[in-house]
């Protein structure tokens, strides 16, 4: 059980006002808010252990380094990985992506080869491989989306070809909220020898994850999106493929040797961590982990869910209410509109009377397009949000729509 009164004691900003009334804040799928440990955590190394790391024989540096590793260490506990070796430090989801598609496109594509992405996909799961694709001439197939907003996954057997090098799908997705059957679509994809990469931008924050279980050969995630700070991410990567792949970016640490002749590489995972890793950043992630942890993530997921299924049932009441996405396994996201109130006009409107949603494309126009829709109103879950705050989005909305 949560206890959300306590848990909304941990989070500062939650008692804030804007416009004079409370903060409801719905829009954590862009990302969430910060526990005061996670707060605490990066000035305290600043003021405590802040030195550069892994290059220094110095008490701070070593110190500094011995924490980074530990929260590496963390992490892969986190995700069920197999070993430290396997866990990148990025930037963020959108980095790991494109370390993924440059690096794996570099080492195992070839013209004429194909990658498999699918119609749900956030631009940083497309662009990173169309960046790629022009470049060595493969091309992207698209695992279409139905109309309930899940994947068809009969098309998606259909489009698995001899020349298929790698799938890659979002764990969840960012509009619709559908999660995907990614267990599924490795199952098939490995029966066909091809590796699968998973975007759980917003599939760790809200699922339990083990990508030994899963078999996924790549997973990327935010730190930002699950209580970490922003500036940093994750790329899990099976070692056998890592090792073959090219490092991504050039630079101190990622080296072994360098010479004007030749440079030889550095081992996993610090051949991907090119230049000085945010490792203040690593350290305040592996708090926020620590601190969800300590509630426990099936905990977090029985109670994301209730509050969705509240939010479903109180906003159908709503007349004109249309819901974008109505696949039965979904998590944390409800996408919808109202009438013909056009979504930005909703959004703006609910932001003065306290309610922060999110409103637009979402960095999703393809999807956009096949559902012939500008954009949407998304209203997006924590276990820190009460059900009170989704009957305030609901009578929020029943305000906009008088007005109009
Ligand atoms: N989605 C949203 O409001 P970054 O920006 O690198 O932390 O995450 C990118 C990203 C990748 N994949 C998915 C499925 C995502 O949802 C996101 C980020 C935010 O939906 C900002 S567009």
């Known amino acids: 059980m949560i206890d959300v009164e306590s848990i909304r004691r941990d989070f500062p900003i939650l008692g804030r006002e804007v416009y004079g009334k409370p903060l409801v804040y719905l829009d954590n799928a862009a990302t969430t808010q910060k526990p005061q440990c996670v707060i605490d955590s990066i000035s305290d190394a600043y003021r405590n252990v802040n030195a550069n790391v892994h290059r220094g024989v110095h008490f701070l540096s070593l110190e500094a380094t011995d924490m980074m590793e530990a929260a590496r260490e963390k992490v892969r506990q986190f995700i069920g990985a197999g070993s430290k070796e396997e866990v990148i430090f990025t930037r963020g989801t959108t980095e790991s992506m494109n370390l993924l598609a440059s690096s794996f496109s570099r080492a195992f594509i070839k013209e004429g080869d194909e990658v498999i992405i699918s119609g749900m996909e956030h631009h940083s799961n497309i662009v990173p491989w169309q960046l790629q694709a022009e470049r060595y001439g493969f091309s992207l197939k698209v695992i279409p989306v139905t109309d309930r907003g899940e994947l068809d996954m009969e098309a998606f057997s259909a489009l698995i070809s001899a020349r298929t090098r790698l799938v890659s799908i979002t764990h969840v997705s960012n509009v619709l909220g559908t999660v995907n059957p990614v267990s599924e679509i490795i199952r098939i994809a490995h029966s066909h020898g091809i590796p699968v990469a998973i975007d759980g931008a917003q599939g760790v924050p809200h699922i339990t994850v083990n990508v030994q279980s ?103 009441a709503i007349p004109g209410m249309r819901f974008i996405g109505s696949a039965p396994e979904r998590s944390g996201v409800i996408s919808f509109l109202v009438g013909d109130i056009h979504p930005s006009d909703m959004g703006t409107l609910l932001d003065r009377l306290g309610i922060a949603v ?29 059900k009170q705050e989704i009957d305030a989005l609901s009578a929020g909305i029943e305000r906009v729509k008088s007005m109009f």
């Not at 360098?258 to 708090?287: C, H, M, R, W």
């Not at 956009?368 to 209203?379: C, H, Q």
């Open 358 to 386: 999110r409103t637009g494309h979402h960095c999703a126009e393809p999807l956009m397009d096949r559902l012939g829709i500008p954009g949407t109103v998304r209203a997006s879950f924590s276990f820190y949000n009460t």
């Open 214 to 316: 899963l078999d996924a050969d790549f997973y990327a995630f935010s730190g930002h999106k699950i209580y970490g700070p922003t500036g940093i991410g994750v790329l899990y990567g099976r070692k056998e493929l890592l090792s073959k792949m090219p490092p991504y970016q050039g630079g101190g640490e990622m080296i072994k040797k360098v010479t004007f002749q030749g440079t030889t590489y550095n081992e996993l995972p610090y051949k991907f961590e090119a230049g000085t890793p945010d490792y203040i950043g690593s350290i305040a992630l592996a708090k926020a982990l620590d601190y969800v942890s300590s509630i426990g993530m099936d905990i977090i997921a029985d109670y994301e869910k209730s509050l969705c299924d509240y939010a479903l049932e109180r906003l159908a």
